[in-house]
């Protein structure tokens, strides 16, 4: 009986066993797959991204999918959170005590950063293409990102925060022993308002990571009044581990002018740099910005400003034959240029510093002598202050938003919803007037406007320099008083000029014949390229937009084609004929033609 029992427990026993072997047996196999699925799918994941072309169509959506966990609260980020809490425990190195911050604080900011890797997503500059086939979720939180940043924040949001960019630089200006040693410090500062986490971080990494270390004297972030959570605890727990970086937060919105003054009364450094919340800097940015000031300490500089796109975060840049120079228009708005004659002349390599007129750098003593108004790139300019471009120096800015470097909608402060071009002057003229400032002025040697228009920017079109102004009406017996029309807006670029009924009213039919031969609209010259004459940029080369007008004949010939301007039989579109001195549809009166002008 004995005996009996003790088979009976064996028996039991094996077959026991056996369903727990096979559970093992699976649950092991399975783990393995799943790791080799793993590992399959961040190559496949690495091995697309950043090269221009379009994502996986099904990783990057599971990528997207493990975003929208962290912005709806998913437990994809606990999970980073705890496995790398207890790598901490362990003693893990550093890099790994970061990381398990990054994850905390991913809870709070809905934004996990971004791994490091040489095959990331955007590394290098490329650009992040995101798959066609995105669920209605994963448009819906692309399109918030774009409404709120107008920028594609999902896409700069998949990009780590210390991506790599490459180095557009000349090879001269990497020669070693170019600048000087002995470098003077600098203070940083950064003015934003509801700036998107990963843009921000972005930033300001890229002049950590990017700038000798012995250079940078703090970083300031001067938060103007910003609204968002996650520029709140988040940002200063963030910021907290770097001991440079300094946050000034404005009580109530300033507007970018006050904001950076805010942050010119924290700093303590003897020379002043401005950055915008969403840039990047290159390699090698900082030191020739300083050299150039170390040698003299009136002078302003700035950086070649390059695009990052703001669909794709793709870095857009032109070697230094390439680059253009910064002006204002008569309407007061700031414009890219091609390098004037007169510069192309002076400088003898492309390297060589260009005369500008968009500030970024300069050296502390100055700042408290300059308005706090956009004045400031005039006011240098009159005042014996030097402002150039160097080229050595290379800073992307995010798209469009390189337009509209501070957002000031919804402020509270009245002077915020005057438009910028009107500010200026308001500020302008109120703050001339006083004795104070015609002192300053006088101690600061300050020159005229009108030297400022012959020696700094002589290639600007002057209204009152016109040789001829008004309308251009056509002098056929059949025309019914037709005149040259069309808007100059930019969108209306590129387009057809057309005639319409004449009708002494200036706007659309108001043009300007310059001394170089520009039939123009504000910025926008007549241009005939061998089809339509169309409304282009001026760029005052000549070719295309290059006219002749005679007076006696009535006539206006093209330059390059040789041909002449003619209404067409339709009295509506403008054609371009083999000149005829007998065809009255060629003869056209400008109005106020003035031959002493030219």
Not at 9 to 29: E, R, Y
Not at 433 to 444: F, P
Not at 565 to 583: A, F, Q, T, W, Y
Request: proline residues 6%.
């Amino acid at each position: 009986m004995a005996l009996f029992s003790r088979r009976r427990s064996l028996i039991f026993k094996v077959l026991l066993l056996f369903p727990t072997a096979w559970f093992l047996f699976v649950l092991i196999v399975g783990f393995s797959d799943k790791a080799n699925n793993d590992k399959l799918i961040i190559e496949k994941k690495y091995a697309g991204v950043g090269g221009g072309e379009e994502l996986n169509a099904i990783e990057p959506v599971a990528q997207m999918d493990r975003n929208l966990e962290l912005r709806t609260g998913g437990q994809f980020v606990s999970t980073v959170a705890s496995s790398s809490a207890a790598a901490v425990e362990q003693g893990a190195p550093l890099e790994e005590k970061k990381r398990q911050k990054d994850a905390e604080r991913a809870q709070d900011t809905g934004v996990l950063v971004a791994p490091m890797s040489a095959q990331g997503p955007g590394e290098m500059g490329r650009p992040v293409i995101l798959p066609k086939n995105l669920t209605s979720e994963q448009k819906k939180v692309v399109d918030e990102g774009w409404q709120k940043n107008a920028f594609n924040q999902y896409v700069s949001d998949m990009i780590s925060v210390h991506r790599k960019l490459p180095d557009p630089r000349d090879p001269q200006c990497k020669e070693s022993g170019k600048y000087l040693t002995n470098l003077p410090a600098t203070s940083v500062i950064i003015c934003f308002h509801n700036e998107a986490w990963s843009v921000l971080l972005r930033t300001v990494h890229s002049v950590l990571n990017r700038s000798p270390s012995s250079l940078i004297h703090d970083i300031i972030l001067v938060d103007d009044a910003s609204t968002m959570p996650h520029l709140k605890q988040n940002l200063d727990d963030y910021m907290a581990q770097y001991p440079k970086v300094k946050i000034v937060r404005a009580p109530q919105r300033e507007g970018l002018i006050r904001a950076r003054l805010m942050g010119a009364r924290h700093a303590s450094a003897p020379v002043l740099t401005y950055l915008d919340s969403h840039c990047e800097c290159t390699e090698g940015w900082l030191e020739p910005l300083l050299d150039r000031i170390a040698r003299n300490n009136t002078t302003v500089v700035c950086p070649v400003i390059d695009v990052i796109d703001d669909e794709s975060l793709e870095y857009h840049y032109r070697n230094s034959e390439g680059v253009n120079v910064g002006g204002f228009d008569w309407n007061l708005q700031f414009n890219w240029h091609a390098i004037p004659d007169h510069e192309k002349k002076r400088r003898e390599h492309p390297s060589d510093p260009l005369l500008h007129e968009l500030p970024i750098d300069c050296g502390k003593p100055h700042v408290s002598q300059i308005s706090p108004a956009k004045g400031l790139r005039l006011c240098v300019c009159v005042c014996q202050l030097n402002m150039i471009m160097i080229p050595n120096s290379r800073m992307p800015v995010l798209g469009i938003r390189a337009m509209h470097l501070h957002r000031e909608l919804g402020s509270p402060r009245h002077e915020l919803g005057i438009p910028n071009a009107l500010q200026l002057v308001h500020i302008e003229r109120r703050l001339w007037r006083c004795d104070k400032s015609e002192k300053l002025r006088e101690r600061l040697k300050c020159k005229s406007f009108e030297w400022y228009l012959k020696n700094i920017y002589p290639e600007l079109f002057v209204p009152g320099d016109a040789v001829a102004s008004g309308e251009v009406r056509n002098m056929a017996d059949d025309s019914g008083a037709m005149c040259l029309d069309s808007p100059a807006r930019k969108q209306d670029l590129h387009k057809a000029v057309t005639l319409y009924p004449c009708h002494r009213q200036g706007g659309n039919q108001f043009w300007m014949l310059s001394k170089e031969g520009e039939i123009r609209r504000d910025e926008a010259c007549l241009d005939y390229s061998g089809d339509d004459v169309i409304l282009y940029p001026c760029h005052g080369s000549k070719g295309n937009q290059y006219w002749m007008y005679d007076p006696n004949s009535h006539t206006i010939k093209q330059g390059s084609s040789k041909k002449c301007l003619e209404m067409g039989p339709d009295r509506v579109k403008l054609i371009m004929s083999d000149c005829d001195l007998n065809n009255s549809r060629q003869r056209w009166s400008f109005q106020n033609y003035d031959s002493s002008k030219l």
